[in-house]
C-alpha cells in the first residue's frame, strides 16, 4: 500500500494544491520556475510522470530526491524549529548530537533566565 499508485499520484496533487494555498499561484510557480531550482522541479515532475506510468518506487526515488532539492534550504529551519519543541527537542538534541550551539561556543539565550 505504500507504493500504490493511486495513492501516491493523489498525494502528490494534495501536496502542489496545499502548496499553492499557502503561499499564492504566482508565489509557486515562481518558486518551482527559479533557475537554481529547475533540477529539483524536472526531478519532481519526472518522479510524478512515473508514478503515472506504473513505476511507483522508481518515481518515488525521483521524486524524493527533487523534493531534497527544492526543499533542502528549508531542512535548517525545520531542525531549529524541532530542537525548541518542549517535550520532543530535548531529545532529538541528544539523539543528534546538538546541544543548542551558536559559532562562538556560547549557549543560546545564554543571559536568559529561563
Known amino acids: 500500500m505504500f507504493f500504490d499508485r493511486a495513492m501516491l499520484a493523489m498525494g502528490n496533487i494534495l501536496f502542489i494544491a496545499g502548496l499553492t494555498m499557502i503561499i499564492g ?3 509557486t510557480g515562481r518558486f518551482f520556475a527559479r533557475r537554481q531550482k529547475l533540477k529539483g522541479t524536472a526531478a ?6 512515473l508514478i503515472l506510468v506504473r513505476w511507483p518506487f522508481i518515481g518515488f526515488l525521483v521524486e524524493l530526491y527533487g523534493i531534497f532539492v527544492l526543499f533542502g534550504d528549508f531542512f535548517t529551519t525545520i531542525a531549529g524549529f524541532m530542537y525548541n519543541v518542549p517535550v520532543v527537542g530535548p531529545y532529538l538534541a541528544k539523539a543528534l548530537g546538538w546541544a543548542g550551539e551558536q559559532a562562538g561556543g556560547r549557549r543560546r539565550n545564554a543571559d536568559l533566565p529561563v
Open 25 to 27: 499561484l504566482q508565489k
Open 44 to 49: 519532481f515532475v519526472a518522479g510524478i510522470i
